[in-house]
């Protein structure tokens, strides 16, 4: 299997906010990274369903507007981050690393 494969599978990426339903359905992640603007779903609705699905699962949600309500309506269903683009590569690889440290964390508390 080449590189580009098995980079797909580690990291699947869906082309529509109903793509990215039916892998959370089939798979769990520990990690959902969303845009906010999408056709049919968009990233709130995604958000919800990720939640739904797996509450443990991060969330991070980018949005190119920047409106009052889309974070408050996100941080209200839990997203455990929100990002306006475009945003500097160094600053996602952080809150990335955030996430899943607080992923880590919370299941440590768990057991």
Do not use: H, W
């Amino acid at each position: 299997m080449g590189i580009g494969n098995r980079r797909r599978r580690a990291f699947p990426r869906a082309q529509s906010g109903e793509e990215a339903v039916e892998l959370l359905k089939k798979n769990m992640f520990d990690l959902v990274i969303t845009d906010q603007v999408m056709n049919e779903l968009d990233g709130i609705q995604v958000l919800k369903n990720v939640k739904e699905l797996n509450p443990e699962t991060q969330v991070i949600i980018f949005t190119g507007y920047n409106t009052f309500s889309t974070p408050v309506d996100a941080l209200r269903l839990r997203a455990d981050e929100f990002l306006l683009k475009p945003c500097e590569s160094k600053e996602l690889i952080r809150i990335v690393k955030r996430c899943l440290e607080n992923l880590v964390s919370s299941r440590k508390i768990k057991l």
